[in-house]
């Protein structure tokens, strides 16, 4: 069975940080971009961050740029999303997801990912 497993969420004070991690299994992972959508009550989802399979190019929205950090360790099938300078407009559901097709600057956050995770919640209060 494909999984995709989120977790690290939690409640943190603005300015504060956490690490979601993302472990798949069922699939070959090391083939796979995975990335970050999160999604908030009222908001429209939105691509946080994702990293290619084979060059680990790095992508991310113009909002977390210079405070989200991704990266992949494939030996363990896991992703990580490193989260500093937390906002509350970080506030949010945030869900693994996966796909086989590599991701370009222009599109990594339009593509229909394969498989999603059930999401890890990400609370941030002024």
């Known amino acids: 069975e494909v999984q995709l497993v989120e977790s690290g969420g939690g409640l943190v004070q603005a300015g504060g940080s956490l690490r979601l991690s993302c472990t798949g299994s069922g699939f070959a992972f090391d083939d796979f971009a995975i990335g970050w959508f999160r999604q908030a009550p009222g908001k429209e989802r939105e691509g946080v961050s994702c990293i290619s399979a084979y060059d680990g190019s790095t992508y991310y929205a113009e909002s977390v740029k210079g405070r989200f950090t991704i990266s992949r360790d494939n030996a363990k099938n896991t992703v990580y999303l490193q989260m500093n300078s937390l906002k509350p407009e970080d506030t949010a559901v945030y869900h693994c997801?996966?796909?086989?097709?590599?991701?370009?600057?222009?599109?990594?956050?339009?593509?229909?990912?394969?498989?999603w995770g059930q999401g890890t919640q990400v609370a941030v209060s002024s």
């Open positions: 997801v996966a796909d086989p097709v590599s991701p370009l600057r222009s599109n990594w956050n339009h593509m229909s990912y394969d498989y």
